[in-house]
């Protein structure tokens, strides 16, 4: 959604977190503190908020609420950490890199990015009560849900008297969202926030480049959510089988189609992947020591033995399997194994 993606991932150290999610320092955190819904079909909960609008997507889903505690703090250090020496296997890993980038992506967006609408510090919760539970990052919205509306309300609608931040006012709604736009103009954005009881949506049209305008693009969003409209996984069945089979991790990246290359915020343009119709790679928390990853692709005349080479290979259990065009693979990373390793002490 901000034209300056790739410069905020080329400031911060993508490696600095390649084992965030439970790969070292997984005593840390709990596994599951609240059971992840799904919607229809055993599909995702974050997958009503995906569209085909635009014909390509690309998204980053974070089950904040599990993982937020410990990745926080790594990633405010990923924001001045040196590049660390970490294995190769793990940068050249797309069952674990894109995660790790996705999980970036994510942060400073939300620091950065919403900063000047007063919602940079929306996981902060020394600053908001409340914290989101699930967050979902697309080509085109940002999405958090489990929110106190009131609370951002009255977020957007003080006066802070900063020049860097700016006051908003309800202006219309959708349903029951109520929409709010920046009091004063601006011309280089059309920011639009739309706030409901459990999650805020987050568009600008002129950030993406899109044909439609902010209010379009939430409607879009908030439609699909409440099922009003096709979802991307009605759409497609090609992904609505990448978001099934491999999607339900507390971080879940993808790409389905051919999203802008200069734009992307989730690189999945490894070697034996580049003409992949879609892919989906996530990482679960299962316990206290122990983390799995998924991935899944499709693929025209996928290699299995090429592809056991990298996906998952920098873990331990991995398992490849190729089905015509349709490519799976799962691996293991335990505390002990990656903990183990020299390259991760500043983990420790």
């Known amino acids: 959604m901000t034209s300056n993606r790739r410069d905020i991932l080329e400031r911060a150290s993508a490696t600095a977190v390649i084992s965030t999610v439970g790969l070292a320092g997984a005593t840390t955190v709990g596994a599951h503190p609240r059971p992840r819904p799904a919607v229809d079909d055993g599909l995702p909960e974050y997958s009503r908020w995906l569209t085909l609008d635009t014909g390509d997507l690309e998204f980053v889903s974070v089950d904040w609420e599990t993982v937020g505690e410990y990745v926080e703090?790594?990633?405010?250090?990923?924001?001045?950490?040196?590049?660390?020496?970490?294995?190769?296997?793990?940068?050249a890993d797309p069952m674990i890199a894109p995660v790790s980038e996705g999980m970036i992506s994510m942060y400073f967006f939300i620091g950065l990015t919403l900063a000047p609408y007063g919602l940079g510090r929306l996981l902060d919760e020394t600053t908001f009560e409340s914290t989101p539970q699930d967050l979902v990052l697309t080509d085109a919205t940002f999405v958090a849900t489990g929110i106190d509306a009131a609370e951002i309300d009255a977020q957007l609608?003080?006066?802070?008297?900063?020049?860097?931040?700016?006051?908003?006012?309800?202006?219309?709604e959708i349903g029951e969202y109520d929409v709010y736009t920046s009091v004063e103009d601006v011309e280089e954005d059309d920011v639009m926030i739309a706030v409901g009881d459990e999650a805020l949506v987050v568009a600008d049209s002129m950030a993406v480049d899109a044909s439609d305008d902010s209010m379009a693009i939430l409607e879009t969003a908030i439609g699909a959510s409440d099922g009003e409209i096709d979802r991307a996984t009605d759409e497609s069945e090609s992904f609505e089988w990448l978001v099934e089979t491999g999607g339900h991790g507390d971080v879940t990246v993808g790409q389905h189609g051919d999203p802008v290359e200069d734009d992307v915020f989730v690189d999945l343009d490894f070697e034996g992947l580049e003409d992949a119709e879609g892919i989906v790679s996530s990482l679960t928390v299962e316990?206290?020591?122990?983390?799995?990853?998924?991935?899944?692709?499709?693929?025209?005349?996928?290699?299995?033995?090429?592809?056991?080479?990298?996906?998952?290979?920098?873990?331990?259990?991995?398992?490849?399997?190729?089905?015509?065009?349709?490519?799976?693979?799962?691996?293991?990373?335990?505390?002990?194994?990656?903990?183990?390793?020299?390259?991760l002490q500043f983990l420790k």
């Open 73 to 91: 703090d790594e990633l405010e250090q990923a924001q001045t950490e040196d590049d660390p020496e970490l294995p190769a296997e793990f940068e």
């Open 287 to 343: 316990d206290e020591t122990t983390s799995t990853g998924d991935f899944v692709a499709i693929i025209d005349n996928p290699d299995e033995d090429a592809l056991e080479d990298f996906v998952g290979a920098s873990g331990e259990d991995q398992s490849v399997s190729v089905d015509g065009d349709r490519v799976t693979a799962t691996a293991t990373w335990r505390e002990e194994t990656v903990t183990g390793t020299q390259s």
């Open 157 to 172: 609608t003080q006066e802070t008297g900063i020049e860097f931040i700016r006051q908003f006012e309800r202006t219309d």
